[in-house]
């Protein structure tokens, strides 16, 4: 667990002998230093080995001028919403399953998880009439059942997660089939469902919840400086945490303002607006980062992953964290389904079944460690958005479902390869892969 998923800073503490009466220099001046301290101790920390989600976003920029120069259509706007809508559900999956992964433990039926929901989901709301919103509800059930079970046989048992949720990853396959029927199926037909994916928000709603996510950004980082002060421990000027803030403003704004123009084909049926799929995704990035960010579970389920013993004696019930974990994960999952579901208009007997490697796959490109105890669900998002980019751009270019698949599995390897040395000057071993 580092200081930073702490919400403390103690760089400045270490460097001032505790015998000799000096008053750090952080808590003498009442913040953290200049931009340039700032961008300094960065540099530090990514030669140390803590480049975070730098290697997915540099790779993301790479990747768009690459498929910009070979199909000028990938940077069209009409394919950035297409990217962001295709992102969705993979981007849930990757933030759903980074929960399990920061306590070194993997979930490989999570994908099935969300299959099985939504058979359940379909067979309510399709076959028997059930209003979608409490259908969609027992399926939420169901999947936080199956975190449940995981967990328990994990945290409780002792089997290996690996070997727990590989027999489920082939069990509810068979649950599959018995819900919806071998080869069978079902077309999603309710339109407050299909819209998630398909349809957008009207701009001016665009914009108003654009400015209420600024002035929750703003809060959140007053709060935050409020707590540190509080606590005795330095913070930002107000100066570097207005100008933060205001960058995420133009870049958020930029992206309404370009979804807001019309990308339609026909003059006559305009399309203009954010997908709504975006600002829930957003949402649910939000309300995940501040349970990890500012709970006492969140800094608990890093001491877990960092290192479970020492937490134990440190008074944390580890058996239940892991299984918390396990059962957001499964939860999660079925609501990628949702948007899955919503996006593709059909549920069958093989939904969901390849999805889970790319939603691993996303997390560890994204910068999350296989080792646990470090990432952030916004890593996880953003290798979603990667691998989304490569399917995406090797689409327009025709060429074969093959490439992309190579392509995919190179960019893990390399990403996890990237972590392991990462923690090598830390001292840490790789006898733990």
């Not at 999805?355 to 080792?371: C, H, K, P, Q, R």
Request: proline share 4%; net charge neutral; hydrophobic share 55%.
């Amino acid at each position: 667990m580092t200081t930073e998923q702490q919400g403390v800073d103690t760089s400045l503490e270490q460097k001032v002998d505790p015998g000799s009466g000096a008053t750090p220099p952080g808590i003498a001046t009442g913040y953290e230093g200049t931009a340039a301290d700032q961008f300094r101790a960065y540099i530090a920390r990514v030669r140390a080995g803590e480049m975070g989600m730098l290697p997915a976003l540099g790779g993301f920029i790479v990747l768009c001028i690459l498929f910009q120069f070979l199909s000028s259509d990938f940077l069209s706007l009409p394919n950035i919403a297409n990217l962001l809508t295709q992102t969705a559900f993979l981007g849930v999956l990757a933030v759903a399953l980074v929960f399990v992964i920061l306590i070194a433990e993997i979930d490989l039926s999570a994908g099935v998880t969300a299959g099985v929901g939504m058979a359940v989901f379909i067979q309510l709301n399709d076959a028997m009439h059930v209003n979608w919103i409490l259908a969609f509800v027992i399926a939420l059930a169901v999947g936080i059942l199956i975190g449940l079970f995981i967990g328990y046989f994990v945290a409780k048992v002792g089997i290996p997660s690996f070997v727990v949720t590989l027999g489920l990853f082939l069990g509810l396959q068979g649950l599959q089939l018995v819900l919806l029927g071998d080869g069978n199926s079902y077309r999603v037909t309710e339109p407050a469902v299909t819209a998630i994916e398909n349809s957008n928000i009207p701009p001016v709603i665009g914009w108003i919840l654009w400015a209420i996510a600024v002035l929750v950004t703003l809060a959140t980082a007053f709060y935050d400086r409020g707590r540190r002060l509080r606590a005795g421990v330095p913070v930002r000027s107000i100066g570097l945490l207005i100008a933060r803030v205001a960058v995420i403003a133009v870049l958020s704004g930029a992206g309404v303002f370009l979804l807001n123009l019309n990308r339609g084909q026909n003059a006559l049926f305009p399309i203009a607006g954010v997908p709504i799929v975006v600002p829930i995704v957003i949402a649910l990035l939000w309300i995940g980062t501040q349970v990890l960010d500012r709970t006492r579970w969140g800094i608990h389920l890093y001491a877990v992953g960092g290192n479970p013993e020492a937490a134990r004696r440190a008074g944390i019930n580890v058996a239940a964290v892991r299984m918390s974990a396990f059962v957001l994960c499964s939860g999660l999952a079925v609501v990628s389904g949702l948007f899955q579901a919503s996006q593709v208009g059909v549920v069958g007997s093989s939904f969901g079944q390849t999805d889970v490697l790319n939603g691993v796959a996303a997390a560890v490109v994204g910068g999350v460690s296989l080792f646990g105890g470090r990432g952030r669900l916004v890593q996880g998002l953003m290798g979603a958005l990667v691998i989304t980019a490569i399917t995406n751009g090797l689409g327009l270019l025709a060429l074969p479902g093959g490439v992309n698949l190579l392509i995919t599995g190179g960019v893990l390897v390399l990403a996890a390869t990237v972590d392991a040395l990462s923690r090598k000057p830390n001292g840490a071993s790789l006898a733990r892969v």
